[in-house]
């Protein structure tokens, strides 16, 4: 069935825009925002596409919230605070049961952080589906954001939250691996459902050093960030935080998917060491792990040690979204 | 051949951002910019997917320009001056050459116009090309920007350049058009290499009241402000400028092209009759042509005369791309 474009936007997209703190929103050629003053833009953009991202079966809620998601997880990685969003979206029918569980998924989260829709577009895909969304926030001006340059030597690494259950997940869903303990609803949750670390990141701004999320595995993207700092760093192997549904898989796999499994979304932080009781007050008062995994060195390398002191290769088999990236 | 995403990022990306005016750029989790104190930010986002946008054999250099080009001409709409841009791109194959002159001509336009890429993303989809533009700007904290809710009773009416050659670009390349004359390269250029009216819209601030980009076809866009604005228009068909290259073909055929083509990217905007002699002044100063064509009205409703006042029907044919469209 063929709607006319401005029947779509009234019907979906208009109702998950909402007028507070944008001057002009959906339904102008482009939207108007207030930057607060004494503050600067943060801006970016995270594409979603079918068979790369997300299985055909996906459902359209949470394929909405996880679209919203990844971006509001960058300007979390920046320590920025939300300003409004924009959504594109190819399709290939318009099936009004769909839009209408996209948009709900994609609207609770975007009023969870206060993130409004302020435009974008929607086009006819004969290719399948597609999600650019591009998301704005605000940092203080005398705040750069949390750069990935930014670690310094002999910084803590600290990781929120628990790893490796959306690599479960994608195995168990592409059968390499079995899930004979019924694990899977928990851990495709953890896949399809990422919160982004959002009040997190906007409290390690001044804190923290370096930050980044994990989108693409531990290792990799903890490279990415040693390489910008041009320093190197050691992981404690066993104090990598594992998510408890990933208990009953045998420990190479768990600690394959832990350290190189992306598709996680916490944040993956540097900060000095006299930052350290901080940073556990903010765990408790966020009700959420905070995790010293390691330490940054001046030598360029990245490498793991487990408890017996053995020396563990940590080169990079991050996830990669088919040899693709943020710009 | 399949390329790591970084090496994407150094090879082709990083060439096409600057510094200048941004504080961080491609690289890192997301962008920041300042924006001017006492200015408002504006953001639109256009999506081209292969097959409804542009041709396979399109030509990437022009590509890269009309993917940028389409969101400068939603901030020229907007009145505002371009800050800075987002790439999205979907990529089958990874063609070095391809990309190499994708960036050429998306760089060239945003240097042109002061628009550095700042930040964006590049997956591979196994479904086509596909490509997501956001381009970011700014208004005077005093001005909303050129609304399309803003036609006021007894305005002009009027267009920028001439219109009516993408849609008979269009028309010849799908085979309903026979192309006697040779016409179709000049055509073909107004198709895929449209030049977004930028400084126009940054002068119309203050002196036009609404404005819209015409991207769907003059009778359409021009609906959507009359809509809007709860007004109507009547428009002198015979002062409507026609593209020099269409002198050639039928008067109907003609006259289709130049009411209801899309894909043009001119600027349509309604100013007070006072205002006259200073846009008059502005097309002499920017060397284009600012026709008008009509006069906006109480009755709700679009209708056009030609010289011997007869009354034409102007419903709208407009460009639809596919049922999709701004949000």
Redesign the interface.
Known sequence: M?????S??DRF?KRAAWPLGV??G??????????P?G???????????????FFADVSPHTLGHKSLAVNLS??A??G?TP??C??????PT?DETWLESFVGGFSALAQRYDCP????????????L?I?V????T?P?QQ??L???AAQVDDDIWVSGTLGAPDMALRIMQGSVTDTHGRLPDLRTALECPEPRVALGQRLLGVAHA???ISDGLTQDLS?VLK?SNVGAVIDIDCVPVHRELDVFDAPLRQQAVLHGGDVYELCFTAPTQARATIEQMSRELDLPLTRIGQVCAEQRLYGRDQSGRSIDMATHGF????????
Chains 1, 2 share one sequence.
């Open positions: 063929a709607l006319g474009e401005f779509l936007i997209f001057d002009v959906v339904g102008d050629d482009a939207a108007v925002m207030s930057v003053s503050h600067r833009l943060v801006a970016c953009k995270d594409v979603l596409v079918q068979g790369r991202h960058d300007l990685a920046m920025a300003l409004g924009l959504l594109g979206i190819g399709l318009v829709l302020v435009g974008g577009d929607t086009v006819g895909s004969d290719q399948g597609f650019s591009t998301a704005l926030g940092l001006d750069m954001g750069l990935r340059s930050a980044i999320d990415h910008a990669d979204h088919f040899s693709g990236g943020d710009v």
